[in-house]
């Protein structure tokens, strides 16, 4: 509990920052946890309208309308912050002491989803305890309907993965909460516990979708396994893969799920999520929506995009690449028109910290290092920043997660490309579901931006 002389002392978002530092020594459930977090957030943004309602952000510009929105200041996102240069920070923390700070599996080094989850949601650090009851809750959770199981088992195999990911979540919505719910009628305060209890639903069945799918498409025939409550989310959700016995595929999925978990809320599956959550849809719905935002090629399906050109580089340059031979199939693939997938970002302007992260699970496996594959993505790495400078028409010529992210599930045996954006949508319902309980806890309204013909942008700018 908080110190109540300092709490009244300080300045409220100061206050929530340093809660959000401290482990707790009491073992209590995140909905016990929001319970006393809420009211805090409420009076916080309460203290932003009455205050600061008239000060401005930022000057909104033609490009800006006709340019996609990119880097407009329009939208509130609590758990996470993007910063150009300094990449993701959750509730001010960033990868590295996420790394250090957040509970990992037992017997495992890798911070894994539910302490993220945690994280995100209360702005906390959770302590072990905790950590291991919301796995714990989540696995009790975890076992799909009867409906929602015979719905993907009668899906066509060839149906992109992606396609099923999004009807089994939407499918998700007949036992809704939230809807049944506001149905029966329903204060405005308390729409934030129900849209919890689908989002914990959600989140927790993810895994048995998402492996569902995998199996009837790439294994058909093969048994599940079923749910062990003694495992974390995805420990159940790679052993629901056929995987459970690779460990170190085990550690590298917790990293990869627990870092893609949430960043920032501009990117297209997070504003989805946002604006059909701010309709009052409940969350199967919004993150339904949000999953088919992911599965264009301009945003999560990248990854796939990323691992094909890697492997064509090999296949046409063989394996004993040196930084000459990757620099020419680079300026290759450039003067055809085409970009290098893995490089840029619409925000960073470093080194995404998350593929850093991730080419340092890499150097701790003996195993990987020797994989042709990854030294490719490593030495891609120590020429590619340069070729791009020089060809002068990308923004940021450093590499984003996905540059690292598929080489690692191709080492071990996830080999499926089209399978690849599954295991980010599974991720990234972390924090679009914590913002859409948040959105509900704050009573945020509909999102409704104004919009502009070419003949009306004109005329303003005439005048």
Known sequence: MFNRSVFVAKPLARQIALAGQRRLASTKTIKEALDEIVPAKRAQLQALKAEHSQAVLGDVKVEHLIGGMRGLKSMLWDASVLDPNEGIRFHGLSIPECQSQLTAAPGGKEIIAESMLWLLLTGKVPTEAETRQLSQELAERGQL??????????????????????????????????????????????????ALEDSLDLIAKLPAIAARIY??????????????????????????????????????LRLYIALHGDHEGGNASAHTAHLIGSTLADPFLAYAGALYALAGPLHGLANQEVLRWQLNMRKELGDNLTHDHIKEFLWKTLKSGQVVPGYGHGVLRKSDPRFTALLQFCDTRPELLADPV???????????????????????????????????????????????????????????????VWARALGLPIERPKSLSMDAIEKLVKQ
């Not at 899906?155 to 719910?181: E, R």
């Not at 079923?226 to 170190?248: E, P």
């Not at 060809?391 to 191709?410: E, F, I, Q, R």
Request: hydrophobic share 35%.
């Open 145 to 194: 309907p009867k409906h929602v199981e015979k719905l993907l088992d009668e899906l066509p195999t060839t149906l992109h993965p992606m396609t099923q990911l999004g009807m089994g979540v939407a499918a998700l919505n007949h036992d809704s909460a939230f809807q049944a719910a506001y149905e029966r009628g329903i204060k405005k305060t308390e729409y934030w516990t129900y």
């Open 215 to 252: 199996r009837n498409a790439y294994r058909p025939g093969t048994p599940l396994a079923d749910i062990n409550k003694d495992l974390d989310l995805v420990g159940n959700y790679v052993n629901m893969l056929g995987f459970g016995d690779n460990h170190s595929l085990t550690e590298y």
């Open 374 to 436: 990854i030294q490719m993505v490593k030495k891609t790495y120590e020429v590619a920043p340069a070729v791009l400078k020089e060809h002068g028409k990308t923004k940021n010529p450093y590499p984003n997660v996905d540059a690292a992210s598929g080489c690692v599930l191709y080492h071990y045996g996830l080999k499926e490309f089209k399978y690849y954006t599954v295991i980010f949508g599974v991720s990234r319902a972390l924090g679009a579901l914590t913002q859409i």
